[in-house]
């Protein structure tokens, strides 16, 4: 067992730029892929990027590809999510989640995920 911690929401104007960052306490961490999900009032939790743990490959959904950038940084134990050319429908609470032993197969499926942070808010609005 071991904790998340999301960090660096905020409102931010569109077109701006959010840099979130997701903490872990396990020493292990870059044995984990990391994957960020986000909710929208009203609507269901959607996996939008992951980091797998052995390759280090990023994946995007289409919604956000070009725009969000996943890094991760294995010494501090921190994964980033850079967040540019925001919109308004990118509003919603974001989720950091990790699995060890995992390349990201399938991960928009919240089903695959089973350590959570406790979500950090983005609002995008004018």
């Known amino acids: 067992q071991f904790h998340l911690r999301e960090s660096g929401g905020g409102l931010v104007q569109p077109g701006g730029s959010l840099k979130l960052s997701c903490a872990a306490t396990?020493?292990?961490?870059?044995?984990?892929?990391v994957g960020w999900f986000r909710q929208a009032p009203g609507k269901e939790r959607e996996g939008i990027s992951c980091i797998g743990s052995s390759d280090g490959r990023t994946n995007y959904v289409d919604s956000v590809k070009g725009r969000f950038i996943m890094s991760r940084d294995g010494a501090e134990k921190m994964v980033y999510l850079q967040m540019n050319s925001l919109k308004p429908e990118d509003t919603a609470v974001y989720y950091c989640?990790?699995?060890?032993?995992?390349?990201?197969?399938?991960?928009?499926?919240?089903?695959?995920?089973?350590?959570w942070g406790q979500g950090t808010q983005v609002t995008v609005s004018s």
């Open positions: 396990t020493l292990a961490f870059d044995n984990y892929a």
């Open positions: 989640t990790a699995q060890p032993f995992y390349n990201c197969v399938d991960y928009v499926s919240k089903f695959r995920w089973y350590n």
